[in-house]
């Protein structure tokens, strides 16, 4: 059984660039969460979203953030127009159909750097 | 909005020697997650506790849950140099299904 799968591992974009983080949940998982994690903190909770629908987006910034899980594929965060304050771990996590609140599987993350 | 604080920030200890940390909170929680990670890695899921449990035991690992002092405790015993990481407790508000993370306690364990 894969996990919760998530690439690149590690990201380098120059300011202004788009940069592109992809999910795949774990198999029968149709819940798909993201999660930012600045060095040496927590993580904060950015997005939910299920199958071609946003659940809840009250962590995503409101403006250059975008992300979606269509039906077929991965879940994509999308960070338009990267700023250095964007540099950040960047986390997957994806729970079962039958039990959201129980415990969330997690990716290896993606590392982004904005130089 | 973060509310689990961990307590202590960072903890050293021997190794065999028993660690103890604690996470408080300030909503109405569905449940609350214990989590490590290893430097530079993803978490880990350790153990999760509902609202209505107040001990759970998951072999060398033990947490508590006092909902009317809105806090939580995990014990690790006989700790290991491979125990070595962050620790973060993650609570699930009523309602909700989104973690909300505290800061972690950074575990060290000598050898």
């Known amino acids: 059984n894969a996990g919760v799968m998530q690439n690149p591992r590690h990201l380098v974009r120059r300011r202004g660039q788009e940069a592109r983080l992809r999910c795949s949940p774990m198999?029968?998982?149709?819940?798909v969460y993201w999660y930012r994690q600045l060095p040496e903190e927590g993580l904060k909770f950015m997005v939910y979203l299920q199958k071609e629908n946003i659940i809840d987006e009250s962590g995503m910034p409101k403006e250059r953030f975008s992300a979606e899980f269509p039906k077929e594929g991965p879940s994509i965060l999308r960070i338009q127009q990267v700023v250095r304050g964007d540099s950040a771990a960047y986390f997957c996590?994806?729970?079962?159909?039958?039990?959201?609140?129980?415990?969330?599987?997690f990716g290896p993350g993606t590392r982004l750097l904005v130089l | 909005s973060q509310q689990g604080e961990e307590d202590p920030q960072a903890l050293s200890i021997q190794e065999g020697e028993n660690a103890t940390m604690n996470c408080s909170y300030k909503t109405s929680i569905n449940n609350l997650q214990w989590y490590r990670q290893n430097s530079g890695r993803g978490l880990v899921h350790l153990i999760l506790?509902?609202?209505?449990?107040r001990e759970k035991h998951s072999g060398r690992l033990r947490v508590t849950l006092d909902t009317s002092k809105k806090s939580s405790s995990l014990l690790i015993t006989a700790s290991r140099a491979a125990d070595t990481a962050s620790y973060f407790c993650a609570t699930v508000d009523q309602g909700a299904q989104k973690l909300v993370f505290g800061q972690g306690t950074r575990l060290t364990i000598n050898p």
């Open positions: 996590a994806s729970s079962s159909s039958n039990r959201p609140r129980e415990t969330q599987y």
């Open positions: 506790i509902r609202s209505n449990e």
């Open positions: 198999k029968g998982h149709s819940h």
